[in-house]
């Protein structure tokens, strides 16, 4: 697989991300979107070569402290996140965090990267739509209740979602697959800024999962990805099923204070 590298990554999540003002330390770079302070969404990067000290641990612990986290969705404890690049050294990283009481999880999150074409093979009784997300009238309902559902979250997180897509640079929109008889099958969003594209949110519904249509959302939103010129599309995951769907991809390490 193709090597991507940290800047790229850097470029993913600044699409719905805007660097947090507040965040000082420049061992980190730091694209905050707002309410949803989470590894996948936010994360704080470690920068690749440099060493994680004590005074940095305190730092990320203090930012939260000063800025506590709102969204009931979202894990209350700080974080911060690296990559395994050349010069970092993983082990070092985890001796810091266990010296000054931080937990470091073996199981990276993956960052799929989507470059190539993707067919979409819809099958004849099932449908796409595309709604382009309206700053005024928020996500399609249909789409917020698969959210809600499969991803178990309460009405204060679905507008905490519909407020991340208002971000004044990126443009979203939403594909919905359903049946002939309008019965919602899943969705997912894609947001685009930079040439860069972002899937967030993707999910079906139970009954129709493992039957490809996780591949036939990606399918589509790169298709709305390439109409922008744009062949970077992205999107984080862990679901065993789904981690292996992509052209290249990066491993994110997640730290977090006990």
């Known amino acids: 697989m193709k090597d991507f590298n940290f800047n790229e990554l850097i470029k993913i999540f600044s699409v719905l991300g805007e660097k947090s003002r507040y965040f000082k330390n420049n061992n980190f770079i730091f694209n905050l979107v707002p309410n949803w302070e989470t590894p996948s969404f936010s994360p704080i990067l470690l920068i690749p070569g440099e060493t994680l000290e004590k005074k940095d641990l305190e730092y990320v612990e203090n930012y939260f402290k000063n800025h506590p986290i709102i969204n009931s969705a979202v894990e209350k404890t700080p974080y911060f ?33 989507l470059e190539k074409p993707i067919a979409i093979n819809m099958p004849s009784d099932f449908s796409f739509t595309v709604y382009k997300f309206s700053k005024i009238n928020g996500l399609v309902q249909e789409y917020k209740d698969i959210v809600k559902t499969n991803f178990d979250l309460n009405e204060q997180s679905i507008k905490f979602i519909e407020d991340s897509y208002k971000n004044k640079k990126a443009k979203s929109y939403t594909v919905l697959i359903n049946t002939q008889d309008r019965q919602c099958v899943g969705g997912g969003t894609v947001s685009i800024y930079d040439q860069r594209a972002f899937f967030t949110w993707g999910s079906i519904n139970k009954l129709y999962r493992g039957k490809g249509f996780h591949q036939l959302l990606l399918a589509v939103c790169k298709m709305i990805a390439t109409s922008y010129g744009i062949d970077t599309c992205a999107y984080a995951t862990r679901n065993k099923f789904i981690k292996n769907k992509c052209d290249s991809y990066i491993e994110m390490y997640i730290c977090r204070k006990k």
């Open 81 to 113: 996140n690296f990559i395994k690049g050349e010069k970092d050294d993983i082990e070092s990283i985890k001796l810091v965090c266990k010296k000054f009481n931080w937990s470091f999880d073996p199981a990276p999150l993956r960052i799929n990267i």
